[in-house]
């Protein structure tokens, strides 16, 4: 049942939901290449060398974002507009709060400041796309 559970689709779909699917599927597979390839931060964002444990962080937030792509991935599928909304505040609000300072800060800034905008712009495009189907 549970196997069942979890991949039961509600169709249609709407377009927010599609999207939640979509920004799920490429932070599950930009969660998954941190966690297996944490020099991805050197080779395609440029970043300094890992000079203690910054690997195993990497590897750490490559997790969480793969366990947050899953959420979206799944959250989008069962087609609850709550799911979408949710997305939306937390892109909205503790992204940007969290990863702005870092990122200024000199904190791995060019894996930091990209995703502290493009993530908050995916959850506008959510919000909008949200707004047109009331």
Excluded: H
Aim: aromatic fraction near 10%; hydrophobic fraction near 55%; glycine fraction near 10%.
């Amino acid at each position: 049942m549970l196997i069942a559970d979890l991949f039961a689709i509600r169709r249609p779909l709407a377009k927010s939901s599609r999207f939640t699917v979509l920004n799920g599927c490429l932070y599950l597979g930009g969660g998954a290449l941190l966690l297996l390839w944490p020099g991805v931060a050197q080779t395609i964002f440029q970043e300094r060398a890992f000079v203690g444990d910054e690997a195993s962080l990497f590897r750490v937030i490559g997790m969480t974002l793969a366990i947050i792509g899953w959420f979206y991935v799944f959250g989008g599928r069962s087609g609850a507009r709550q799911i979408v909304a949710a997305s939306v505040v937390d892109r909205l609000t503790i992204v940007p709060l969290v990863l702005l300072p870092l990122g200024l800060m000199g904190v791995f800034p060019n894996v930091l400041l990209p995703f502290a905008l493009l993530d908050p712009a995916l959850g506008i495009v959510a919000w909008l796309l949200l707004r047109k189907e009331q």
